[in-house]
């Protein structure tokens, strides 16, 4: 109990080192957040005298906790090595770092696909939605910068379905038989799902919601080919 509550502390010693370091540039962050999804066409605004310097806190303890990850990761991993999951499966070294990696990598694509493609089309349909009746956009930073992270990590979240369901089913958790029998079923939690995680419009609700299905079926039949099949009698 001693040695984890010393790690603990480093751990928070170490995100805040990293967070006071990254606070100089949260403003540049912002900035480019702006320039890229906006366009530079449109003027952020701050209700509060202190609004953009909690936005800015906010993401330089972002940055800190996203550094410390690795470390989370690895004493992770030494307490499944220690505790071997109950017998079920055994988690080697060389596994850990492939799924590690595989995760690592479709979290990323899922944030460059959010970030770059599906973002800059739905402030594009809003903020012109808005201009044809007439209705000023005037964003509050922090609401613009929060609900662009969000979205974007949720999307980095909905890219790890794939190898999630396939860890599941080579773990034998849940065969591969319930995401085939249950599937018309995961269409409807999908949804449920992206109306909870996103804001009201239906346009980010459709945006989560359909590549999650897709993402479904991909996994589906990326598990005929990694997932070893059983006999009957097993």
Request: proline letters at 4%.
């Amino acid at each position: 109990m001693a040695r984890f509550k010393k790690g603990i502390l480093y751990i928070a010693l170490y995100v805040l080192v990293i967070a006071t370091i990254s606070f100089p540039f949260t403003g540049a962050m912002v900035a480019r957040m702006r320039d890229d999804l906006l366009k530079g066409q449109y003027t952020l605004v701050q209700t509060q005298p202190l609004e953009l310097m909690m936005l800015e806190l906010k993401l330089s303890f972002i940055i800190g906790v996203i550094a410390a990850l690795p470390i989370l990761f690895f004493f992770g991993y030494r307490y499944l090595i220690k505790a071997r999951l109950g017998g079920r499966f055994r988690v080697s070294k060389i596994k850990m770092i492939l799924v590690g990696a595989i995760a690592l990598a479709l979290f990323m694509l899922g944030c460059a696909y959010s970030y770059y493609l599906m973002l800059p089309l739905v402030f594009q349909y809003l903020l012109q939605s808005a201009t044809d009746v007439g209705v000023a956009n005037h964003w509050r930073v922090s609401e613009f910068i929060n609900f662009a992270m969000l979205t974007t990590f949720v999307f980095g979240m909905v890219f790890e379905l794939p190898l999630v369901m396939t860890v599941l089913a080579r773990s034998g958790i849940v065969p591969v038989e319930v995401f085939k029998k249950y599937r018309r079923h995961m269409y409807v939690i999908i949804f449920i799902v992206a109306a909870l995680v996103t804001s009201p419009d239906v346009l980010t609700q459709i945006m989560v919601g359909v590549p999650l299905v897709i993402f479904y079926e991909i996994s589906l039949l990326s598990m005929r080919f990694t997932v070893p099949r059983r006999s009957p009698q097993s």
